[in-house]
């Protein structure tokens, strides 16, 4: 086990509501990516949190929106739900120390949305 | 901009067989390579990573893989395959140039039928 926790597993939501997922990070890890991965492809890259601000954003638009806190744990929130958002989201954690990322991300198992 | 590209949608091998899953990248500076290993209905499992030094990596569960920069590639492979390394595989490649911004990009995935 890696030590990434998310919440919850699996979700249900209609098309135009919001969802919130959680993710709880690897003991002494500081950073935060999320990934979505749609069924049969490879992970995408959404964002990623450092010290509690967003660090780089891939190709997703802003209603895909994040918080990282304190204790590093961190926040997936999507508006405005459409039927492609339907995806495994995943949650990776990893350490960054002097301005350097260290390169090990450790993944959660993830949550699975499902939209209708 | 990065990118990968797995080849192979899907690899068979005998147990016993070595087992090899191909990977290519590209990226504007030097890469940091990985491979990762996803079991249904899990998240994403580290497995190895190539940073820096010896062209071959040895990671988890007895997988290697040979970095080869002339032709841009990052095969995983095994000497002796087993049925319990049936599963999904992920190369993945970062720039290491980006510094704290740790983004990943993943290939589309290979997943491994090892036949008993």
């Known amino acids: 086990e890696t030590g990434v926790t998310q919440s919850p597993t699996h979700l249900i939501k209609t098309r135009g509501q919001q969802v919130t997922l959680r993710c709880s990070s690897q003991s002494g890890h500081n950073t935060v990516s999320w990934y979505q991965q749609a069924l049969g492809q490879g992970p995408q890259f959404i964002f990623q949190y450092y010290r509690e601000e967003e660090n780089g954003r891939g190709n997703f638009p802003p209603r895909f929106s994040g918080l990282q806190f304190p204790n590093y744990s961190s926040e997936l929130n999507v508006n405005a739900l459409e039927l492609d958002d339907s995806a495994l989201y995943l949650c990776a954690s990893s350490l960054r120390q002097g301005g350097l990322a260290k390169n090990i991300q450790y993944f959660g198992a993830g949550t699975r949305l499902s939209v209708l | 901009a990065q990118s990968v590209a797995q080849p192979e949608d899907q690899v068979n091998v005998a147990e016993g067989n070595p087992l090899t899953v191909k990977c290519t990248y590209s990226?504007?500076?030097?890469?940091?390579l990985f491979w990762y290993v996803q079991y249904p209905n899990r998240g994403l499992q580290f497995l190895l990573k190539y940073i820096t030094g010896d062209n071959l990596v040895k990671g988890s569960y007895g997988f290697e893989a040979e970095f080869n920069k002339s032709q841009t590639s990052f095969h995983l492979k095994k000497p002796s395959a087993l049925v319990s390394d049936s599963a999904l595989y992920f190369c993945a490649v970062r720039d290491s140039g980006s510094g704290g911004y740790q983004k990943v990009t993943f290939g589309t995935g290979t997943k491994l039928q090892v036949i008993p």
């Open positions: 990226v504007s500076g030097n890469p940091y």
